[in-house]
Nanobody, 126 residues
C-alpha cells in the first residue's frame, strides 16, 4: 500500500506559478513511477505529466509542455509539479498517482495507476 497526500494548491493569477507536492508513505517510493492528473468541473480526468522511478524519463501532456515540470526526490518520498505561466484553463483538482507499470506507454492512462491522492485544488484567475 502507498498513501499519497498532495499539497501546494491555491488561487493564483494568470501568468503566475505554483509548486505542487505529493508526499508518499508506505511502500518504497522508488518502486513506483509517478504521475499527475487533473480534473476540471464537468470534465473528464486528464493526464498532466509522469516520471519514471529514478527520474530519468518524463512525459507531458501537450497542453502543459514547456510550462510544467515534474520531478521527484526519492530520498524525501516526494513528487513535485512546478507549474509556471499558469492559464485559467489550468484550473482543476490535481491528483498525484503511483503506478507499478514499467511501460511508459501506459503512463498516460489513469486506469494503469494503482494509488491516488485525495487531490489539491488549483484555481487560476484571469
Amino acid at each position: 500500500q502507498v498513501q499519497l497526500v498532495e499539497s501546494g494548491g491555491g488561487l493564483v493569477q494568470a501568468g503566475g506559478s505554483l509548486r505542487l507536492s505529493c508526499a508518499a508513505s508506505g511502500r518504497t517510493f522508488s518502486s513506483y513511477a509517478m504521475g499527475w492528473f487533473r480534473q476540471a468541473p464537468g470534465k473528464e480526468r486528464e493526464f498532466v505529466a509522469a516520471i519514471s522511478r529514478f527520474g530519468g524519463n518524463t512525459i507531458y501532456a501537450d497542453s502543459v509542455k514547456g510550462r510544467f515540470t515534474i520531478s521527484r526526490a526519492n530520498a524525501k518520498n516526494t513528487l513535485y509539479l512546478q507549474m509556471n505561466s499558469l492559464k485559467p484553463e489550468d484550473t482543476a483538482v490535481y491528483y498525484c498517482s503511483a503506478t507499478s507499470s514499467y511501460d511508459s506507454g501506459t503512463y498516460y492512462y489513469g486506469d494503469n495507476y494503482d494509488y491516488w491522492g485525495q487531490g489539491t485544488q488549483v484555481t487560476v484567475s484571469s
